[in-house]
């Protein structure tokens, strides 16, 4: 969605240049436009614009502003259209109150007609100005910042995150409903963001925040409060082990491609993770629970579907998979507290799978396990028990390697418990999991370096394609979702993802001469899949084919890129392997196009909207 941090610091000369350095690593989270205001001698200097940060720095000189807080924010535009006067921070009436906020108020045009009835400024079209009105007018009525602000939370309905500053007060002060955010304590300065990677650049002395409480910053401490009732309470900073290099390129052209990899390690890591006793207790969350559903969205959601085929094939097991926001009214009336809910989600804050977990807990409907890869995220607070995904900060917006460590937590957790209730021998088990765990990093180090160049090849014979299909069947009905999800994107071409058994009742007509049809495949079911190659062939498509070589296919391939062969392994390992070409197939795309792959347009990397 957006991305906030606020810094107090004890020098007066370098606070623009120490946001512009923090917030730059929440790129990922928007770039429409971006803003920061200064205070230097209680007076604010707020410079905005449409663009991203590197842009607006370069336009207004963001790194040269000077003074002792501030306050920045990278905007993904949802209130009011990208545009410099929807840009945030915002101030208040005057320019006093300074703020900038993350996530949406549900409640924006009731409450801003009710401020500007009230008298109140209000200049743009951003729900995330009215946060900085909340608290000026509760200043009006307090004249005391910290009520101000505690009282400013009980106006704003929605989820969401803000920090907000007073010109001629030293505190920055930030609230945390329904949004991420997270609070840093340096040797001699203090930081509150929307997310680590920002944090790390100044302190690895991390606080962690839950909903519905306060922050007060000053140059040195962190106070934090119950919004509630002001309470303060207890909470030391932690030290955060996560590697700040992270949110670095290390040399490669984009974070997608260096993130893409890392897969053979993170097949590594992974396996090692859950191969430890802790998973036992997600064994028996998914064992004692009558039913079981998977929630996410997005590539998440992909890797669900993959999973769902895993719990089958391995422990027999249905598994009910929904996207957030189709959850509630495809399954909410047959929950009940002797469910599991499966909540994937890398970011652990995208608000559609919130909403589900939120639900659940209200009203008692079953156990929750989340699957999540930001340690200190809301799921990860919120969700009865998680796995975390190890895979470090995925910067580049559209997931891979989270997506990677998905389809392998699935593919282990369906062995594990396949091997527990019968429905596979011990030893079936047992030796996937060694499959796993000894040939996955290679195999998938041997997939990036033999599919890397074809896949190269075969993006710039599609340069001038706007429209295609990527089929799965079986265990790749998810892997070429994903696929399909990828080449949207980044490289801004319809590419629909659809079961390949399906493709004849109806999307078959539109391919004509040449049209491209990618085909996912697996050993087990490319004797089924070559009838729907066939199908696209006699219309003279042009048919696509990944996954292991086979003789069969050999004859429906004209080009030599047309065939991205992984390596030999087996059906289970297959499915895990076949997104890779696809993941470096978008990627050459995008760049072939003149897009930055890593910042898509219009994307956020976590939408903490509705
Ligand atoms: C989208 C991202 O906003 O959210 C996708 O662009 C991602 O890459 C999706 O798959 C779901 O995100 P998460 O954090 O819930 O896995």
């Given amino acids: ?138 200043y009006e009525e307090t004249g005391d910042m910290f009520e101000a602000v505690r009282l400013s939370a009980q106006d704003l309905k929605g989820a969401y995150a803000y920090a907000v500053g007073r010109a001629d007060e030293p505190e920055i002060y930030a609230v945390k409903m329904g949004s991420s955010l997270v609070a840093g304590v340096a040797a001699d300065a203090t930081i509150v963001s929307s997310d680590l990677p920002s944090v790390l650049p100044l302190t690895n002395n991390v606080v962690y925040l839950a909903d519905g409480e306060m922050l007060v910053l000053t140059h040195n401490d962190v106070k934090v409060y119950r919004i509630a009732d002001g309470k303060q309470l207890e909470r030391s900073p932690q030290i955060s082990n996560v590697d700040a290099r992270a949110a670095e390129k290390g040399g490669y052209p984009h974070f997608m491609l260096k993130e893409i990899n890392e897969q053979p390690k993170i097949a590594q890591d992974v396996i090692g993770l859950l191969d430890r006793p802790k998973s036992e207790e997600w064994l028996n969350l998914l064992e004692n629970a009558s ?24 422990a027999g097991l249905p598994m009910l998979h929904a996207i957030g926001g189709q959850f509630q009214s495809m399954y909410g ?47 990860m607070f919120q969700a009865d028990s998680y796995i975390p995904m190890a895979c470090g900060y995925e910067v580049s917006v559209p997931a891979t390697k989270t997506y990677f460590s998905q389809s392998i937590i699935f593919a282990y ?86 079961y390949s058994s399906e493709f004849k009742h ?9 049209y ?33 070589y086979e003789e069969s296919l050999q004859p429906y391939v004209v080009n030599k890129q047309d065939y991205l062969v992984v390596p030999k392994s087996d059906v289970l390992i297959n499915p895990i392997l076949d997104v890779i070409p696809l993941q470096l197939l978008s990627y050459y795309l995008s760049v072939d196009l003149g897009i930055n792959p890593d910042l898509p347009r219009n994307l956020s990397k976590t939408l903490t909207v509705d």
């Fill in 333 to 379: 009336d047959t929950l009940n507290d002797e469910c599991l809910s499966i909540l994937v989600s890398q970011s652990g804050e995208t608000k559609d799978v919130l909403n589900v977990l939120n639900m659940i807990k209200k009203k008692d409907l079953g156990k929750s396990l989340g699957i999540l890869n930001v340690i200190g995220s809301t799921l």
């Fill in 506 to 514: 109806g999307p078959l007509s539109i391919v004509t001469d040449n």
């Fill in 1 to 138: 969605m957006c991305g906030i941090t606020g810094i107090v610091t004890e020098k007066s000369d370098n606070i623009g240049e120490l946001l512009v350095k923090c917030s730059r690593k929440l790129t990922y989270r928007g770039y429409d436009s971006v803003g920061v205001a200064a205070v230097r001698n209680n007076k604010v200097d707020l410079r905005k614009d449409v663009g991203t940060i590197d842009e607006v720095n370069r336009l207004l000189g963001l790194s040269t502003m000077k003074g002792d807080r501030g306050i920045a924010q990278l905007r993904w535009a949802t209130y009011g259209a990208p545009t410099k006067v929807n840009a945030q921070p915002h101030f208040g009436c005057q320019e006093v109150f300074y703020g900038a906020h993350n996530g949406n108020l549900h409640n924006y045009f009731e409450y801003k007609a009710e401020l500007i009835e009230a008298g109140h400024v209000v200049r743009s079209e951003n729900d995330g100005e009215l946060c900085v009105h909340a608290v000026d007018k509760y």
């Fill in 413 to 498: 957790l369906a062995a594990r418990l396949g091997e527990r209730n019968g429905h596979i021998d011990p030893s079936e088990a047992k030796s996937f999991i060694k499959r796993l765990r000894t040939d996955l990093p290679s195999l998938t180090q041997t997939t990036i370096d033999r599919t890397g160049i074809l896949a190269r090849t075969l993006a710039r014979t599609l340069v001038d394609v706007k429209d295609l299909y990527c089929l799965g069947y079986g265990f790749t009905d998810g892997v070429a979702r994903e696929g399909a999800l990828k080449i949207k994107e980044i490289c801004y071409c319809h590419c629909e993802g659809m």
């Fill in 291 to 314: 039913r079981h559903y998977i929630v996410a969205c997005g590539s998440s959601y992909n890797a669900s579907i993959v999973g769902a085929y895993f719990f089958n094939r391995l």
């Fill in 516 to 548: 491209p049809v990618i085909f996912v495949t697996t050993t087990e079911d490319s004797w089924m899949v070559i009838n729907h190659i066939n199908e696209v062939k006699a219309r003279h498509g042009r048919t696509i084919i990944i996954g292991e």
